[in-house]
């Protein structure tokens, strides 16, 4: 069967022993994991040594997870067992490398796919890495500040009224996805503050394509605009969204989390609680300035186009 190998890391500014007793405890499980936040509603069963728990959602399926050993402040193995959408195992572990006042937290993850789905070796892995990585960052927020700095709000089935802007398209790597928003949204800000009188709504990003494998994302950022003027900037580009009914879950919280948002309405997606219309690219609009708001009170809506 096709091997798969997860290993993601991150630094932490917190004591080796604080993280290690969080990750030895399943009962914290639930403020940081990946999954649960993508569906609060699962029912979720720990044991009374919190050294297992098992799981059972409609969309993130069910499983269970038991600790297998411990190295006190430096190592935890654990045995994670897949019972739906299909049965599978994994070995999972977490390393701790104290650093000074920090502590890097190694998570790995060893595995194996049913044989008929060989051909989604390199997808799964690039998935249940961003799932590590969504996970790793949510655990930082808990150990450094003693909350997660990520909400979600599940609202529904609306109509978005559709709207002309103006805009960047641009492609680059994932990693680089950050930096470049930032270049392209100073230039789409400028222009709004010169023309302040055709602006007709929140900025967006569109995402016309986001490839995990290949790490590469190709979107548009721009604002609504009342008319397309004549003297638009060079490089910048013109275009519509058209009237659509959409299914929208909001995010609370620093741009860095949104993958949130984005994890949960793909597997939304895949469990056919909305039948989406791909015609339309999935955009996010952004509801405040983050030069107006501390970034832990950033509010995106992520939207689907659905039929």
Not at 24 to 41: G, H, K
Not at 112 to 129: C, I, N, Q
Not at 195 to 200: K, R
Request: net charge negative.
């Amino acid at each position: 069967m096709p091997k798969m190998h997860i290993k993601k890391s991150t630094l932490i500014g917190a004591p080796v022993e604080k993280i290690y007793n969080t990750l030895s405890d399943f009962n914290q499980w639930q403020v940081w994991s990946p999954w649960l936040i993508m569906e609060p509603e699962a029912s979720v069963k720990v044991a009374e040594d919190a050294k297992s728990y098992e799981w059972e959602g409609d969309r993130i399926g069910t499983g269970n997870m038991k600790i297998l050993s411990e190295s006190a402040n430096r190592s935890i193995d654990y045995d994670l067992t897949f019972l739906k959408p299909w049965k599978s195992t994994a070995k999972v572990r977490f390393e701790l490398n104290p650093q000074g006042e920090h502590t890097e937290v190694v998570w790995l993850m060893d595995s194996s796919l049913p044989f008929f789905m060989f051909w989604m070796k390199k997808m799964m892995e690039a998935f249940v890495g961003m799932d590590y990585d969504r996970g790793l960052a949510m655990l930082k927020d808990y150990m450094e500040d003693g909350e997660v700095h990520s909400k979600l709000d599940f609202k529904g089935t609306s109509t978005f009224p559709g709207c002309t802007y103006i805009g960047i398209k641009t492609s680059c790597n994932l990693k680089d996805i950050g930096d470049s928003m930032k270049e392209d949204f100073e230039k789409i800000g400028a222009f709004a503050r010169e023309n302040s009188e055709l602006i007709a709504g929140v900025p967006f990003s569109i995402y016309h394509k986001w490839d995990m494998v290949k790490e590469q994302a190709t979107y548009t950022s721009g604002i609504p605009v009342k008319q397309v003027p004549d003297n638009l900037p060079s490089g910048m580009v013109t275009g519509e969204i058209p009237q659509t009914g959409v299914y929208t879950v909001g995010h609370k919280g620093p741009y860095a989390h949104l993958g949130n948002a984005w994890s949960t309405m793909y597997n939304m997606q895949r469990a056919k609680v909305f039948k989406t219309n791909k015609k339309i690219d999935p955009f996010e609009t952004y509801v405040n300035d983050p030069g107006e708001v501390p970034a832990n009170e950033l509010m995106t809506e992520v939207h689907f186009a659905v039929k």
